[in-house]
């Protein structure tokens, strides 16, 4: 689990990555960003511990290993009353236009695609409902 509140002003994101590469990968570009992070590689402590922290909203793998999506780990976590009405953003390698609509259907805010760059997160994180 990564904590890191750097940023005194600015937004803090939950994300939840199991590919540890892929995961400070993108700690690496939020930081850029002055994005604070909750991290966890593991969808089991993200479900565990992320209804302890004030998060602003989440980046969550789709494909997270071990019989778990990043759909129904979304669904999971947005019982908790922290993080029931937060912006969830799904980050995958699945890029088409039906899968797009699958996950705007299944509750997520936005997408972006895999392999992504600093310039993909800001586009997306830029919009006013992911600013503190």
């Known amino acids: 689990m990564i904590f890191d509140q750097t940023f005194i002003e600015s937004p803090t994101a939950l994300i939840v990555e199991d ?32 209804k302890h922290y004030d998060i602003d909203f989440a980046l969550l793998d789709i494909n997270l290993g071990d019989g778990m999506n990043g759909i129904t780990l979304m669904r ?39 392999p992504y760059s600093i310039q993909d997160l800001e586009q997306v994180l830029s919009k006013p409902q992911y600013r503190a």
């Not at 590919?19 to 960003?33: A, C, R, T, W």
């Open 76 to 114: 999971l976590l947005k019982q908790h009353q922290n993080l029931k009405d937060k912006k969830f953003v799904s980050i995958t390698a699945y890029f088409t236009r039906e899968f797009h609509d699958d996950f705007i259907e299944a509750g997520f805010s936005d997408y972006i695609p895999k």
């Open 19 to 50: 590919n540890k590469e892929q995961f400070q990968y993108l700690q690496f570009l939020l930081k850029k960003l002055e994005i604070n992070v909750v991290g966890f590689t593991s969808w089991e402590e993200a479900l565990k511990n992320a």
